[in-house]
């Protein structure tokens, strides 16, 4: 029996809502897909080997959310594509981070892998990097969450430091 899913869209928290609409593995790997060219139901299907009715509920979330949005096929009139929205290129950070992330920790040395690189130079791209809005690189114990009772009517910027 399966558990019902929690509804993460009313949380106060943005990466509890971020899963909340693509939060599953499936939907992160559809997205890679799009970043790296694929627009069509079958590339998608073919790319990924999923099933086709979770294929089909997974991109009608995500053109739901706004991360995708569908068009007609110039070429095939019975077809149609899956392009990324503004909003789901953003997503290009997460999908880089995750990557980056990955190629560090989860292959071998010599294990073979697929490599992002930057278009223009042809080279790999740098680690990406947390910046404080002063320009310093932060790690993970420089930021905490605060929480909205701790902000509201407070400017930002003007909340003590620990």
């Known amino acids: 029996m399966k558990g019902k899913r929690t509804d993460l869209g009313t949380t106060q928290c943005g990466i509890a809502r971020s899963l909340g609409v693509i939060g599953d ?36 979330k995500l053109v739901e959310h706004g991360i995708f949005r569908i068009e007609p096929d110039e070429d095939n009139a019975s077809s149609h594509r899956y392009l990324l929205t503004e909003r789901g ?33 042809g080279r790999p791209l740098a680690p990406l990097e947390l910046r404080a809005d002063d320009g310093r ?12 009772q701790e902000w509201e009517g407070l400017e930002l910027g003007r909340l003590e430091p620990e």
């Open 25 to 60: 593995w499936w939907s992160l790997l559809i997205i890679r897909d799009a970043f790296i060219g694929l627009e069509h139901f079958g590339e998608f299907h073919r790319s990924l080997g999923l099933a086709r009715n979770i294929l089909s509920t997974r991109l009608k």
């Open 89 to 121: 290129k953003e997503l290009y950070i997460v999908i880089m981070a995750l990557c980056q992330w990955g190629e560090n920790g989860c292959f071998a040395p010599d294990e073979k892998r697929y490599l992002m690189i930057d278009r223009k130079l």
């Open 137 to 148: 690189i932060l790690g993970p114990d420089d930021f905490r969450h605060v929480s909205p």
